[in-house]
């Protein structure tokens, strides 16, 4: 998307707010993370497989938690209790132990929750991803990760043209929800400019705005090998620089495939129970 038109969108969107008054079989990392399998490597045991996962150092709050919770035993016969084709397998709610069927789960968790250690581009939700799950942006502004629940991507491959739209969606996405949380900080002043008919003023406020609100967001540039990645190998670019990504799968992707495609009730809970039997680390730093 070039400047102007970043410009043009922008300025609609701040026009529309004064008109309405602001009414994711061995897998092996090809990646920037580090050839030598630097980190804490865990294994989970499950009812269909074992899946290895490693956890990146440059996520120390994350890594941390996951191994502290590991050891405890947390995550021993915890359900995989959202399972969608296609997209990931979800697990660490702590009412899915022995949960009965048919209980909808998902929102278990300790009582904490983890400060986001978002570094996107160089983790993304690539196949193979392991991420935090947590609560939307409505109530969690500052994407604080859940304190147990984790998600592994496996998504689909696309082309490129398919993820080009989809880049260009995301960004007008994060423009316009950018562009409406600097635009209500000042929304005291744009109501009053705006009744005392102001103009000259709100055209000022306005291009210092987008001004701002292009160098928050950025240009919508993503690195070849991520594009290369989602398009040979797939994965969850959509949520890519809204989620933790902490670590990926080295081995047990057959697994990871064959419990997303079981069969799941309207809440994607698998019919039958997918649990994780153990887990343990077996590699520490």
Do not use: C
């Amino acid at each position: 998307m070039q400047k102007s038109s970043h410009i043009k969108w922008i300025a609609l969107i701040f026009l529309a707010i004064f008109v309405n008054f602001v009414n994711a079989q061995t897998f092996q990392d090809n990646s920037m993370q580090d050839q030598n399998n630097n980190g804490v490597i865990v294994e989970l045991k499950t009812t269909m497989g074992d899946i290895t996962v490693l956890l990146y150092n440059d996520t120390p709050l994350h890594r941390d938690n996951f191994v502290k919770l590991v050891k405890e035993g947390y995550y021993d016969g915890l359900l995989f209790h959202r399972v969608i084709n296609e997209f990931m397998i979800q697990t660490g709610d702590p009412e899915s132990r022995d949960a009965q069927p048919g209980k909808m789960l998902g929102s278990g968790s300790p009582d904490y929750t983890i400060e986001a250690e978002i570094d996107y581009p160089k983790h993304y939700n690539k196949y193979g991803a392991l991420a935090a799950a947590r609560t939307g942006d409505q109530f969690n502004p500052e994407r604080r990760s859940s304190g147990s629940q984790f998600y592994i991507v496996t998504g689909r491959k696309m082309s490129e043209q398919q993820f080009e739209a989809m880049q260009m969606r995301k960004h007008q996405e994060e423009l316009q929800n950018t562009f409406q949380a600097l635009a209500a900080q000042h929304m005291d002043t744009i109501r009053a400019w705006q009744k005392e008919g102001k103009e000259a003023e709100l055209e000022e406020l306005r291009q210092q705005l987008i001004k701002q609100t292009e160098e928050k967001v950025g240009d919508n540039i993503i690195p070849e090998n991520i594009k290369k990645d989602y398009i040979e190998k797939g994965g969850a670019p959509h949520l890519d620089g809204a989620y933790t990504v902490f670590g990926e799968v080295l081995s047990g992707m057959d697994v990871v495939e064959k419990i997303q495609k079981v069969e799941t009730d309207s809440h994607d809970r698998p019919l039958e129970d997918v649990k994780i039997i153990s887990a343990k680390v077996i590699k520490n730093n």
